[in-house]
């Protein structure tokens, strides 16, 4: 069973760049994957930040940009701001109507 | 703008059947490729991607729930439902329903999600 990963963690500094990754134990990540990235705090409902791979949704700052990094998915964060400390999901489209979350990474500004 | 709210009981015995209903409120359920998603989250952990159901009825879920699971749209007070058969703690979790544009391939908008205990 192919199963999504996601760094359980990342430390960035104010003003810094943080890259976290969305892949699969067996196979790549493609745009067919469909990434799209959700920011949570806790207590909060998901909110959308990317779809279709490199998707801004409405709203959503410009440092926060998304792509294909080899055979990864990935969420760039530029310029990392007190309130980007946040729960960020990812989940990717595995075929046959089926969608699949990664475990979450957690992102810590300080 | 569309709005989506889950309402059914939060406390559920093991063994029971958890039933939960989401109303959507500023716009249709009715739309050619949307999908109702269903999408939980246990205590401390990531999202779960339950499933989804077009408007027309047509579902897709996670294969590890698919004996469990029924889910179910009523269009004329635009609803959708989902029925999880043989709870146990392991299905103690906030339920979130969400609406998956498929034009785009993304779950667009939430509901604020709802708590459901398994216990007895």
């Known amino acids: 069973q192919t199963v999504v990963t996601q760094e359980p963690s990342f430390s960035v500094s104010p003003g810094g760049t943080v890259t976290l990754t969305c892949g699969l134990t067996?196979?790549?990540?493609?745009?067919?994957?469909?990434p799209s990235w959700y920011q949570q705090t806790p207590g909060q409902t998901p909110r959308t930040l990317i779809y279709s791979t490199n998707i801004r949704s409405s709203g959503v700052p410009d440092r926060f940009s998304g792509s294909i990094l080899g055979n990864k998915a990935a969420l760039t964060i530029t310029g990392a701001q007190a309130d980007d400390e946040s729960d960020y999901h990812c989940v990717l489209y595995m075929g046959n109507g089926v969608w699949v979350f990664g475990p979450g990474t957690k992102v810590t500004v300080l | 703008q569309v709005q989506l709210q889950e309402s059914g009981p939060g406390l559920v015995q093991p063994s029971q059947t958890l039933s939960l209903t989401c109303t959507v409120s500023?716009?249709?359920?009715?739309?050619?490729?949307?999908?109702w998603t269903w999408i939980r989250q246990h205590p401390g952990k990531g999202l779960e991607w339950i499933g989804y159901i077009s408007h027309s009825g047509r579902p897709s879920c996670l294969p590890s729930l698919k004996s469990r699971l029924t889910m179910s749209v009523d269009t004329s007070q635009n609803q959708f439902s989902l029925r999880l058969s043989s709870v146990t703690a392991a299905d103690t979790a906030v339920y979130y329903c969400?609406?998956?544009?498929?034009?785009?391939?993304?779950?667009?908008?939430w509901g604020q999600g709802i708590l459901v205990t398994v216990s007895s």
């Open positions: 500023g716009g249709s359920i009715i739309g050619n490729e949307i999908y």
């Open positions: 067996s196979g790549s990540v493609s745009t067919n994957s469909y």
């Open positions: 969400a609406r998956h544009y498929g034009d785009y391939h993304y779950f667009d908008y």
